[in-house]
């Protein structure tokens, strides 16, 4: 007879055989924020932009970091990632620390309504930064508080953390190296956005399209229709993915508006695709439009 062993208890072991990042379940998330041994329980970070949300009710013992704290303008571009300094500093603040297991969430559980993405976004920072133990909470508040799992508006100060030593800087890609890389033979250029902004029927963005050569994969594609923040299975979506052209042959390279669409595709095909090269362009449309040396363009794309 074959004898499955949960995932969760042999993270509560300690008996991980490798670093992961990935999603967990509400009933494993409560498991270890639970944990008779403190030394095993996670960061549990509450990533949403609403500050009175987080104060209405958030999963025990989640520490806030509002998403955005972590973007500013520079050189006039909005909501470009800070310098490292800067994010260190707040990263170790929230507690973030080398040798733990962080659980991030946040709600965004219906469209338009799209905070699921603060979420992969602070993923993808805690993973830029050499963090290897990262869990999305699959289906985020909303799963948690219809498992009846308890909520609390009790405030959760984590101690300073430990940031590794070693970042995964090469995780990102910025414009330049994009330039380089966009057009190769191998290389895919994605854009998360909703199709109406990638072919320019907007009026978000000060120019309209999508870089040259760059294909449409809406983020939400990934995701539960009756829970947003929930991730559909890569058997469910395979087949969408290989059809656009996603095929784990490939070397991806992710953009959207913000960053915050292509963190969630990025974090889908590397992390539960498991896709070996996917990188984001950080600085994604709203730096691209601002260059206006570089042409945009409106016809719809296929990859080859």
């Not at 403190?38 to 987080?54: A, E, F, L, M, Q």
């Not at 799992?149 to 009790?154: G, I, K, L, S």
């Amino acid at each position: 007879m074959k004898i499955v062993v949960p995932v969760i208890a042999l993270l509560l072991a300690g008996n991980i055989a490798r670093a992961e990042i990935g999603t967990i379940s509400p009933a494993d998330a409560r498991l270890l924020i639970e944990s008779s041994d403190v030394s095993k329980r996670p960061v549990v970070i509450d990533t949403r932009g609403g500050y009175k949300d987080y104060f209405r009710g958030h999963i025990p013992t989640a520490h806030h970091l509002n998403f955005d704290t972590l973007r500013g303008t520079d050189h006039g571009v909005p909501v470009q990632y800070l310098p490292d300094e800067l994010t260190k500093a707040l990263l170790v603040r929230a507690g973030v620390d080398r040798n733990r297991i962080h659980l991030v969430y946040a709600t965004g559980d219906k469209l338009p309504n799209d905070e699921v993405l603060s979420a992969s976004m602070v993923a993808y920072v805690l993973e830029k930064f050499g963090v290897k133990e990262i869990r999305i909470v699959d289906g985020g508040l909303p799963a948690w508080q219809n498992s009846k799992f308890p909520v609390t508006q009790e405030y959760f100060g984590n101690p300073s953390g430990t940031l590794p030593e070693n970042p995964e800087k090469e995780i990102g890609i910025s414009i330049d190296e994009l330039l380089q890389r966009r057009g190769q033979s191998g290389v895919v250029l994605v854009d998360a956005r909703p199709r109406n902004e990638y072919l320019g029927d907007d009026d978000v963005w000060l120019r309209k399209g999508h870089i040259p050569g760059a294909i449409s994969f809406h983020w939400a594609r990934l995701m539960e229709q009756d829970n947003t923040h929930k991730f559909r299975s890569f058997q469910q979506t395979r087949s969408e993915l290989e059809a656009a052209g996603l095929t784990p042959d490939k070397e991806i390279i992710v953009y959207c508006g913000t960053s915050r669409e292509g963190s969630l595709l990025r974090f889908y095909l590397k992390h539960v695709a498991r896709y070996p090269k996917v990188r984001l362009y950080e600085g994604s449309w709203k730096e691209y439009v601002s260059l206006k040396q570089h042409p945009a363009e409106t016809k719809e794309n296929k990859a080859n």
